[in-house]
C-alpha cells in the first residue's frame, strides 16, 4: 500500500490530467473561463467586435496599394465592405465561420448553381476554389484574371482546340461562352 503522501500526489496528478482532456474538448470561452478560475491574470479575450474591426484598419492601412488596385479594376464582397463580419463569421464556433465552408456560400448565393449540368467546384460548394472571400484585385472575386482562371486546374487538350484558339486569339474568353457554375446546356455554354 502507497504511503497517503503519494497516494494525494498521484490524485491531484490524475486529476490534473482530466481537466486538461476535458478542456482539450471544450470551446475557447469556456477554456478561458477554466483557467480564469484556476489562474488569475489570464486576460480577457478582446471583444469580437474591436477585434475585428482592428484588423480590418490594420490590414488596410498595410494594403493601400492593394486597396487602390481594387477601387479601379477589382472587387470587394459586400458583407466585407460593409464590415457586415456576422454575415459570415462566428467568433464563438470553432473555424469563426457560420457554417462550413463548403456551405457558407451558399446561405446567400442558394441560386448560383442552376441547371441540369453543374461545374464541379460550383456543384460541391468549392468556392474557393476560384474565388476569395473578401476583396480581390480582379471582378466577381477573382483569384485570378478572368482569361486565366479557368486554365489554372484545365490543362487538358479542348476537344474543340481549333475554335478555342481561334477565339482565344480574337481575346474571347472562357466566361463569355461558359458559364463558370452550371448551365442547361454541355459543357455550361451559355
Known amino acids: 500500500?502507497?504511503?497517503?503522501?503519494?497516494?494525494?500526489?498521484?490524485?491531484?496528478?490524475?486529476?490534473?490530467?482530466?481537466?486538461?482532456?476535458?478542456?482539450?474538448?471544450?470551446?475557447?470561452?469556456?477554456?478561458?473561463?477554466l483557467s480564469s478560475y484556476i489562474f488569475d491574470g489570464v486576460p480577457a479575450p478582446p471583444d469580437p467586435e474591436k477585434y475585428c474591426t482592428a484588423w480590418l484598419a490594420a490590414k488596410q492601412e498595410k494594403s493601400g496599394e492593394v486597396k487602390k488596385a481594387v477601387k479601379e479594376h477589382g472587387s470587394v464582397h459586400p458583407p466585407y465592405k460593409e464590415k457586415r463580419?456576422?454575415?459570415?463569421?462566428?467568433?464563438?464556433?470553432?473555424?469563426?465561420?457560420?457554417?462550413?465552408?463548403?456551405?457558407?456560400?451558399?446561405?446567400?448565393?442558394?441560386?448560383?448553381?442552376?441547371?441540369?449540368?453543374?461545374?464541379?467546384?460550383a456543384v460541391s460548394g468549392d468556392c474557393l476554389a476560384c474565388h476569395v472571400p473578401h476583396d480581390s484585385n480582379f471582378p466577381h472575386l477573382l483569384k485570378e484574371e478572368k482569361d486565366k482562371i479557368c486554365l489554372s486546374c484545365h490543362k487538358e487538350r479542348r476537344m474543340a482546340q481549333g475554335l478555342h484558339d481561334r477565339v482565344a486569339k480574337a481575346g474571347i474568353v472562357c466566361y463569355d461562352c461558359h458559364n463558370p457554375h452550371a448551365g442547361n446546356a454541355q459543357y455550361f455554354l451559355k
Do not use: Q, W
Open 1 to 33: 500500500m502507497l504511503p497517503s503522501r503519494a497516494r494525494v500526489r498521484r490524485h491531484k496528478a490524475a486529476a490534473l490530467t482530466v481537466i486538461v482532456l476535458l478542456c482539450l474538448g471544450c470551446s475557447r470561452d469556456t477554456r478561458r473561463n
Open 85 to 121: 463580419c456576422k454575415d459570415c463569421h462566428d467568433t464563438s464556433k470553432a473555424g469563426g465561420l457560420l457554417a462550413p465552408t463548403k456551405e457558407l456560400c451558399f446561405m446567400c448565393h442558394d441560386t448560383i448553381v442552376k441547371g441540369a449540368y453543374g461545374h464541379a467546384p
